[in-house]
């Protein structure tokens, strides 16, 4: 970032303004890669975290080192927390990820893992309060999505107002944390026009939920079912590696 010279006092016009930090929640997959790009374009200073939760696809932890590297993340710290040992997920127990139509429960997909978002926040919000950080960025989408209640709105903001009361920085030091989701609203086409535009590869990206040993997406779960159709409908050619 260029020097900026500060207006209130022309003797610190050396000053050289410093960019605001920002917490990213990195996934390794398409939504995430994307809002990294949007909050480094936005001029944050982004450190990246990554959660290894147990998750059954986790060629996405390579992916998410490739995007924070590619990206210019100014850091990007891996933390390990078992989510196996809950359970109750396809992706996190040995339950099968469904493939093509085949049905979830109540239409939430046996995909969703139990409170996960609620626990990547909390683990992102401490990430930001050691950081220095008050803004906090996630690839919650509730537009193509498989309808997890923990990628909504409603969550989020219960989120932030829970983060402005369960902190040292929110409730000692004036802090006001802030929960971006800057995708919320948007179609799968929608991120991947918005990416392309910041020169985003999305062939750095991983998305499949039940990918093959050689880590190659399957192509009909429905994470993939949704990234594809982006794809197609974003008129943008699709570089994954399907099995």
Sequence with gaps: MAPVACPRNPRHNNVVSKPRRASILLSGGLDSATVLAIARADGFECHCLTVDYGQRHRVELEAAARVADVLGAASHRVLT?????????????????????????????VTYVPARNTVLLAL?????????????????????????????????????????????????????????APLIDSTKAEIIRRGVEFGLDYGLTHSCYDPDPAGLACGDCDSCTLRRRGFIEAGIEDPTRYG
């Design 81 to 109: 927390l078992d989510l196996r040992a809950i359970g109750g997920s396809a992706l996190t127990d040995e339950i099968a990820v469904p493939h093509g139509d085949e049905p979830g429960i109540d239409g939430v997909p």
């Design 124 to 180: 992102l919000l401490g990430h930001a309060e050691v950081m220095g950080a008050v803004d906090l960025f996630i690839g919650a989408n509730a537009v193509d999505y498989s309808g997890y209640p923990d990628c909504r709105p409603a969550f989020l903001d219960a989120f932030a107002a829970l983060a402005n009361v369960a902190t040292v920085a929110g409730t000692e030091q004036g802090a006001r944390f802030r929960v971006h």
